[in-house]
């Protein structure tokens, strides 16, 4: 297992955990080159274990910390957060019901369109749980700290860049 910063979602019966690895272009010319990092993702669903190598950005670490302290901030009613990490092609969709139960729902893509492969789970936890996923992104970013900030849109009508 690499060794480096993890960021874990993890609650009843599933995980999913990116481990921060290096910056494989400190050297480059671009800001974008420059503030990525690979990552090694492990995916744990019932009886599935996967892992992966893919790439992340820290500017996209930093926009899901945003993410989660969102709900976090409005913790108090039903709502619901998409997240894409582009490179890994992680698809993470937070439910936060009004009682403070949360749904991680995880959807992995690997292989080529249309024949790719997917992997959908549910993660389960409560809200105290954010609290710990945004401390662990914290903590990843204080060794990985943003070179740029963009981020890209995912509905219409959303601001792409900053």
Do not use: C
């Not at 993470?92 to 369109?113: M, P, Q």
């Amino acid at each position: 297992m690499p060794d480096g910063p993890v960021i874990e979602f993890g609650g009843r019966g599933a995980y999913l955990g990116l481990t921060l690895v290096e910056r494989p272009f400190p050297d480059a010319e671009s800001d974008w080159d420059q503030d990525a990092v690979r990552v090694h993702v492990a995916i744990e669903a019932e009886d599935f274990h996967g892992e992966f190598g893919a790439l992340t950005w820290s500017h996209e670490l930093a926009h899901l910390r945003r993410v989660l302290q969102a709900l976090d901030e409005d913790a108090r009613r039903s709502q619901e957060r998409l997240f894409r990490f582009l490179d890994a092609d992680l698809w993470l969709t937070f439910k936060l019901g009004n009682r403070g139960d949360i749904e991680l729902e995880v959807e992995s893509r690997r292989g080529a369109v249309p024949y790719e492969a997917r992997l959908s789970y549910t993660i389960t936890a409560d809200q105290s749980h954010l609290h710990q996923w945004i401390r662990a992104i914290d903590e990843a970013l204080i060794r990985y700290p943003p070179l740029l900030d963009w981020m890209m849109s995912l509905r219409e009508g959303e601001p792409r860049a900053k």
